[in-house]
C-alpha cells in the first residue's frame, strides 16, 4: 500500500512569493489534514478537508489556504511568503478515529 | 480550547534505563489520546492509541501508555531503552469526533549507547 506522499520535498521561495504544496493520501483516506512543524514549536495545526471540503483550520491567517481534489488528494497554498512561514509542512491522511498516517513533508524555506 | 503539555522537551538517558514521558491535556470532553514517534530521518508514524478500555495501551516495540483520566494523563513508558529508541516523540490528543488532532510540542529523546 503506498503511503502518503507529499511534493516537493524541499521549496525554495522569495519573502512575497506564493508556495504551492501537494498531498496524494493512502488510497480510501478521505480526510487529508496539514500541519506545520516549524523549529522547537512542536505541530500546529493548519486545516483539515474531508470529501472536497474544508471541514476546519487552526489559527493560521488567510494567506495559508488549500483545497482538496475529486481524487482526495490536496493543495496547500501559502500567499506572499513571510520568513517565518520557513518550516516542514506534513500531510496526514486518516480514517476517522484511526490515527494519522503522515508524508514526508514538504520542507519550505523562505529567503 | 484543546492543549496538550509534554512535560520534557529534552530527554538524555543510558541504555537500559527506564523511560516515562508525561503528557496532560486539556479539554472537557471524550478524548482519543495518541504517541508518535519520529526518528531520525523518518517521518512521524504511529506509536500506540487509545479510545477506551483499558487504559493501560501496549504499542510496539514494548512502550506502553497508561491514561490516567482523573489526572488528564497520558504518559509513556518502556522499561528498558535502548540506543535505537533515539527520536522524537508527541502525544496527541483528539476529539471523539476526530475532528482536529493537537499535538504537543515533542520530547526529544537520546539513548547513550
Known amino acids: 500500500e503506498a503511503g502518503v506522499t507529499q511534493s516537493p520535498t524541499h521549496l525554495i521561495k522569495t519573502r512575497g512569493q506564493q508556495a504551492t504544496l501537494r498531498c496524494s493520501p493512502i488510497s480510501g483516506h478521505t480526510s487529508v489534514y496539514w500541519y506545520q512543524q516549524a523549529l522547537g514549536l512542536g505541530l500546529q495545526f493548519l486545516l483539515w478537508y474531508d470529501e472536497g471540503e474544508e471541514r476546519n483550520r487552526g489559527n493560521f491567517p488567510p494567506r495559508f489556504s488549500g483545497r482538496q481534489f475529486p481524487n482526495y488528494s490536496s493543495e496547500l497554498n501559502v500567499n506572499a511568503l513571510e520568513l517565518e512561514d520557513s518550516a516542514l509542512y506534513l500531510c496526514?491522511?486518516?480514517?476517522?478515529?484511526?490515527?494519522?498516517?503522515f508524508g514526508s513533508g514538504t520542507r519550505l524555506t523562505v529567503v | 480550547a484543546q492543549s496538550v503539555s509534554q512535560h520534557n522537551h529534552h530527554v538524555i538517558l543510558s541504555e537500559a534505563a527506564s523511560l516515562e514521558l508525561g503528557c496532560n491535556y486539556s479539554y472537557g470532553g471524550t478524548v482519543n489520546l495518541f504517541w508518535y514517534v519520529q526518528y531520525p530521518g523518518q517521518h512521524l508514524q504511529l506509536l500506540l492509541k487509545?479510545?477506551?478500555?483499558?487504559?493501560l495501551v501496549k504499542g510496539i516495540m514494548v512502550f506502553v501508555a497508561e491514561f490516567i483520566k482523573s489526572k488528564f494523563s497520558f504518559n509513556l513508558r518502556k522499561p528498558s531503552v535502548q540506543w535505537s529508541d533515539t527520536a522524537e516523540y508527541f502525544c496527541a490528543v483528539a476529539n471523539t469526533g476526530g475532528f482536529k488532532t493537537i499535538f504537543g510540542a515533542g520530547t526529544r529523546l537520546f539513548v547513550k549507547a
Open positions: 487509545y479510545f477506551s478500555g483499558d487504559p
Open positions: 496526514a491522511s486518516s480514517l476517522l478515529l484511526h490515527g494519522y498516517t
